[in-house]
């Protein structure tokens, strides 16, 4: 049975996160009145089993090309998996709102495929939401107006020698050493935030990502998450993911389910917005139930 009426909000994080990316926008959700859960998927946050050179001081690059990775062979069934089980222990209780950043959104949107009918809403926050074939290989080509940062920063920390050829290895934590570096990662994934804010969520980042999620199951699908009401929040300052690829994005979904299109809202935020002013997104949440 059902005890609150008020929904919960399950949170998926996107590329190289975990749930700690989420405790400023849960604080907010909080002193709103509302619960969330913040998920780790596998392979992700305090309890996986990360390379330990990563977090070492002076780092050891060689050693930290070598360590093993806690993200290898994780794909997104694993991710659907972990994910469906928080949504159904929170739906036991309410209803359930999903929300996602980034890559999450590929995790989100399969999610809603699965359990639709255990969903109330779906929300990307500025987050991957792709419903035709050809977005596997090419969505990234429709910005065109040199509005994407992140792919150049982040050749910049990618490190050399890994052995698994399904994982990227990002050494977020070489920006600290490196006022260019640090301005530029800034610039692409939270220009909206002070310099402290941002050193505290490059701390909080995993240096392992797997891209395996970006598959067909990922593809939203009309007769299962075209039931769920979705919304879209578009960050008009990302620079990680440009709005006009969001837009495309939101275009090709509607195209899919013309009945129910997003339900669209823009905040001027940048990519992981929601970590430096986390208020006017728990807002915005809270406004849509």
Known sequence: MRADSRPAFVLVHGGSSNARAWGPLQNELALFGYRSYAVDLPGHGDLADGPAAYYQQPQDIVALAAAPSAVSGVGLEDNVRCVVDVVRRVAAVGPVVLVGNSLGGLTISAVANAVPELLDRVVYLSALCLSDPAMLTGVWEASGDGGDLLDAAAARIAVPGVRDPGVVRLNWRAAHADPDLFAALKAAVMADSTDH????LIDSLDADETYAALEPGALVRADAWGRVPHTYVRHSADRSLPPAVQDRMIRAADALTPDHPFDVHTLDAS?????????????????LV
Not at 271 to 285: D, K, M, N, V
Request: glycine share 4%; hydrophobic share 40%.
């Open 271 to 287: 990519h992981i917005g929601y970590f430096s002013r986390p208020r006017p997104f728990a807002e915005l949440l809270t406004s």
């Open 197 to 200: 804010q941002f050193r505290l």
